[in-house]
């Protein structure tokens, strides 16, 4: 039995009905829930990236591929882990999506706790790298309220200059610094300039 935190679907896409059908039966026996799919149309029809935890890509199949499916699933704001079924002669194909930032691949016939062991850690990196683009993007959203002077004023705070140092800088009023002081930590949702630091330090966006 699975001892990780509640996960999200994982998405299981293969032509093959005995492949589709086994995985879902194997996931199951460790409390995951999968979601299956026929084809990569059938997937994109419907696809929602905060879904999955996890997507298994059957490389070669019908129509869509499962290598041309991962570059669709890459032009959403957020990929989730992407491990890839590949036949022996599928192999270079897997190693260059993994370049492409494919989470793995893995052989057909595989062993059934290979498989788990690799989709468990997905699910759990999964939970991490959202967590990262999560506060990202609410970083970016914030950032994206400031004026032009608001992030003139936002640099020169994050190196430490005083306010009457940043309206010497910018000639302007120390009153007017004081505003422009206000209104980015408000908008940025901290109430200091070393929470705001430490803001956009954790979420990894770079300063203005």
Same mark, same amino acid.
């Given at each position: ?9 994982? !998405? ?5 009905? *005995? ?41 070669? #199949?019908?129509? #869509? ?11 959403? %704001?957020?990929?989730?882990? /992407? ?12 190693? !260059? ?5 494919? %989470? ?19 699910? @759990? ?5 959202? @967590? ?5 993007? !609410? /970083? ?13 004023? #936002?640099? &020169?705070? &994050? ?7 940043? *309206?010497?800088?910018?000639?302007? @009023? ?7 002081? %206000? ?13 705001? *630091? !430490? ?10």
């Amino acid at each position: 039995m699975s001892t990780l935190s509640p996960q999200r679907d994982i !998405a299981i896409v293969d032509d093959d009905d *005995a492949i589709r059908d086994a995985l879902s039966w194997l996931f199951s026996t460790r409390n995951h829930k999968a979601q299956l799919f026929a084809s990569a149309e059938e997937l994109l029809a419907s696809y929602k990236p905060e879904t999955f935890g996890c997507l298994i890509l059957d490389v070669r #199949m019908p129509g #869509m591929g499962g290598i041309e499916l991962f570059g669709k699933l890459q032009e959403y %704001a957020y990929t989730p882990p /992407v491990i890839f079924l590949t036949g022996h002669g599928d192999v270079p194909m897997a190693v !260059a999506a993994l370049k492409q930032g494919a %989470a793995d691949f893995i052989q057909k016939p595989f062993s059934d706790n290979d498989i788990v062991d690799l989709v468990e850690s997905c699910l @759990s990196l999964d939970q991490l790298h959202r @967590s990262e683009w999560q506060a990202r993007t !609410a /970083v970016d959203q914030c950032m994206a309220t400031l004026t032009p002077r608001e992030r003139e004023v #936002m640099k &020169l705070i &994050l190196v430490g200059r005083l306010n009457k140092q940043i *309206a010497d800088d910018l000639s302007i @009023s120390m009153k007017t610094v004081e505003v422009h002081r %206000a209104r980015i930590l408000e908008k940025m949702r901290v109430k200091t300039a070393m929470e705001l *630091a !430490a803001r956009l330090r954790d979420s990894g966006v770079d300063a203005p």
